[in-house]
T-cell receptor
Framework: RKEVEQDPGPFNVPEGATVAFNCTYS??????FFWYRQDCRKEPKLLMS???SGNEDGRFTAQLNRASQYISLLIRDSKLSDSATYLC????????FGAGTTVTVRA | GAVVSQHPSWVICKSGTSVKIECRSL??????MFWYRQFPKQSLMLMAT?????????EQGVEKDKFLINHASLTLSTLTVTSAHPEDSSFYIC????????????????FGAGTRLSVL
């Protein structure tokens, strides 16, 4: 089983829509998680940390479910600029990256 | 956020040549730098962890004699792909972690823009 698994998508959504996707992780002892955003042929950029109580940053909401070992990202009121690949990252001393979920927002 | 500069951004070379990639932290001191490789549509794979003034720690399956890492200062780490072959063609990305205790605990890493290596 991979350390971090994500639905690759793509998720094609119209502007203004809400899109959500999950990521599962294999190490039940993992405590720290991030969501990164990666544009095509660019470096990953930190989108947000994931806290155990769930957290919001503007239109982005991250949730953590330890019992089922998954984290989720929800994007509200999608913008064209949200089109990217979203990487789920587990922080266990070293960072373990998922392969990413591609989101395409269309006009 | 902190800035990490990676150079060159794109390299095309002949099989058998060596390629050096530089990673610099521009506005902070990075006690630890990381080197990743990413193949198309795949996740970033950690190749090695580089600590200033000491030998790099390589992940399983990564040849240390093939991928030479030098972290001579708190702001510079280099990765040299020796005798590159077409199968080494990939996107190589470095990251740097600031030395502050809080940042280490959070393990927040700042990424360079990546180097696309194409070996003919």
């Amino acid at each position: 089983r991979k350390e971090v698994e994500q639905d690759p998508g793509p998720f094609n959504v119209p502007e203004g829509a809400t899109v959500a996707f999950n990521c599962t992780y294999s190490n039940s002892a993992s405590q720290s998680f991030f969501w990164y955003r990666q544009d095509c042929r660019k470096e990953p950029k930190l989108l947000m940390s994931v806290y155990s109580s769930g957290n919001e940053d503007g239109r982005f909401t991250a949730q953590l479910n330890r019992a089922s070992q998954y984290i989720s990202l929800l994007i509200r009121d999608s913008k064209l600029s949200d089109s990217a690949t979203y990487l789920c990252v587990v922080n266990d001393y070293k960072l373990s990256f998922g392969a990413g979920t591609t989101v395409t927002v269309r006009a | 956020g902190a800035v990490v500069s990676q150079h060159p951004s794109w390299v095309i070379c002949k099989s058998g040549t060596s390629v050096k990639i530089e990673c610099r932290s521009l506005d902070f001191q990075a006690t630890t730098m990381f080197w990743y490789r990413q193949f198309p549509k795949q996740s970033l794979m950690l190749m090695a962890t580089s600590n200033e003034g000491s030998k790099a720690t390589y992940e399983q399956g990564v040849e240390k004699d093939k991928f030479l890492i030098n972290h001579a200062s708190l702001t510079l780490s280099t990765l040299t792909v020796t005798s590159a072959h077409p199968e080494d063609s990939s996107f190589y990305i470095c990251s740097a972690r600031e030395g502050l205790a809080g940042e280490i605990a959070k393990n927040i890493q700042y990424f360079g823009a990546g180097t696309r290596l194409s070996v003919l």
